[in-house]
């Protein structure tokens, strides 16, 4: 038996890299700050990229999931995610929309259609719902998936909430957010099948 494909956004132990945070100006930055760090108005967890070593499986790569996000794609093979033939992207969400709805917020990312039997099979968050397939007409970023950070009593940096959803219209939370994942709403969605 062959071993599953290591996705595009799971990381590996080796890409685990140390967090030197401090507070600029009111803002959650690094030690050693670059301008790139910051996008949507907060700070992004630092991963390394060396894709080699023990995979992570229940995680996701904070950098390869937001590429994903913003270039529409795949999950799995980290290629384009868009329909050669309608222009559409394919998604695979947990479970499916509620309703008429004409919107829908995720975390995860697209997946082209070639892969999404293995992403069915292989993504733990995926195996624990009722996975919805599905193309969408596009996305829009709304917010970020992120550890929020304050000071203790000690004036020591201390996470004060872990992974909460924060809107990109948050601008009171955005400057002390380590974000971790970009969350899109995804439009004129269409159930599929494979």
Known sequence: MTSPRKPYITPYA??????????????????????????FG???????????????WAMVHTLRQRR??????????GRSATDPGTGRLWWVLSSAP???????????????????????????????????VCTVGGHTPIGVLANLYGHDDDGRIVET???????????HLLPRALATQLLVSLRDIRPETV
């Open 98 to 132: 509620v309703g008429e709805a004409t919107s829908w917020p995720t975390v995860g990312p697209p997946t082209c259609r070639e892969h999404v039997t293995e992403a069915l099979t292989v993504c733990p968050h995926l195996r624990r719902g009722r996975p919805f």
């Open 14 to 39: 080796e890409e685990s890299v140390e967090l030197p945070l401090t507070f600029e100006g009111g803002r959650l930055a690094y030690r050693d700050a670059l301008p790139g760090e910051w996008m």
């Open 68 to 77: 994903c996000m913003l270039k529409g794609l795949c999950r799995v093979c």
């Open 42 to 56: 907060a700070l992004w967890a630092r991963c390394g990229s060396r894709r080699e070593g023990q995979i992570l």
């Open 161 to 171: 909430r872990h992974q909460i959803a924060i809107g990109l219209d948050e601008t």
